[in-house]
């Protein structure tokens, strides 16, 4: 593994490899040090800007590998399981240099941080699953196309709509970044409590998001993304804080009350005025928790 010649912790972008693979990251903010691992897989980094956070914490924005300015596997666009993830995510540990850390995970990354934390926990002090789900198998998909449903009867009187809604039936044929960053600027305002009401506020960020294609296939082009974590989240000792949000269509509330119950001594925050993006829908009370929930279990150190 090769290393930056710069702080692995100042501000900015940074980059070192893992078995020959370039890992890119970013740093911003002061304070404990907390890694946000972005969602997808194969959405791009920046959405996950938290200014109100960075304000209090040392906050790691990995470019996930397959994504941005990270490498890509020889078996791209296949082999992107969570160990795999989770492997560069220690190398990244390792690289900053630091005893343990806070793990942060939206989304798909939520999956990948309880993966990390149930294989891999003697280095994390903490982590904050954000908009994810204890399992994604049958009911994970049922309770989606319910929330669809809703979502589409709530703004049936959008006339872009269709857009919206044919861009989340387009998901499951993607084969191309390009295809991959039409879908995800094409379904945004399902991302979101009101996109609509707060459109100004939002256009820039449908217009800049970006992802690249990310199979679901191991390197040996096999089914790889289903999982069960509820028995090993049961006896996780790691603490943890769910954020769930209201209105989210992916991973709303009934994921986060379950990953509630299952982890022992976990704190849940629902965001009710947000849907899969509370950092920026509800950017302060987002903050307030996050910022909280390290303080009162660091663990680490400041950059």
């Not at 501000?11 to 078995?19: K, M, R, T």
């Not at 490498?71 to 296949?78: E, I, M, T, V």
């Not at 829908?281 to 909280?292: H, I, L, Q, T, Y």
Request: charged share 20%; with cysteine; hydrophobic share 40%.
């Amino acid at each position: 593994m090769s290393h930056d010649v710069t702080d692995p912790l100042s501000p900015g972008a940074h980059s070192f490899e893992v078995d020959g693979i370039v890992q890119s990251y970013h740093v911003h903010g002061t304070g404990p040090v907390c890694i946000a691992h972005s969602g997808g897989p194969g959405v791009f980094w920046e959405y996950m800007r938290m200014p109100e956070v960075e304000r209090h914490l040392t906050m790691v924005y990995p470019e996930p590998v397959g994504t941005g300015a990270s490498g890509r596997l020889p078996s791209h666009p296949h082999g992107y399981s969570r160990e795999r993830y989770s492997r560069f995510l220690e190398a990244l540990i390792d690289h900053l240099d630091v005893p343990r850390v806070h793990l942060l995970g939206h989304s798909h990354g939520g999956f990948v941080v309880q993966y990390h934390a149930i294989h891999r926990p003697e280095r994390v002090a903490g982590i904050v699953l954000y908009d994810s789900a204890p399992a994604n198998g049958p009911e994970f998909g049922a309770e989606l196309m319910a929330q669809v449903q809703a979502f589409a009867a709530k703004n049936a009187h959008r006339p872009d709509l269709p857009e919206v809604l044919g861009a989340l039936q387009s998901v499951g044929s993607l084969s191309t970044d390009e295809e991959m960053t039409a879908a995800l600027k094409g379904l945004l305002p399902s991302y979101l409590a009101d996109y609509w009401g707060r459109e100004e506020e939002f256009a820039a960020l449908r217009a800049s998001v970006t992802g690249s294609y990310i199979s679901g296939l191991d390197e040996h082009q096999e089914p790889s993304g289903g999982f069960d974590d509820s028995e090993q989240l049961s006896a996780l000792t790691v603490p943890a804080l769910v954020v769930a949000g209201r209105h989210d269509v992916i991973c709303g509330v009934r994921w986060g009350t379950e990953l509630h119950k299952l982890i022992p001594g976990s704190e849940l925050l629902v965001l009710e005025d947000s849907g899969h993006f509370g950092h920026l829908e509800e950017a302060e009370r987002f903050a307030d928790a996050v910022v909280g929930f390290v303080s009162a279990h660091q663990g680490t150190v400041s950059a």
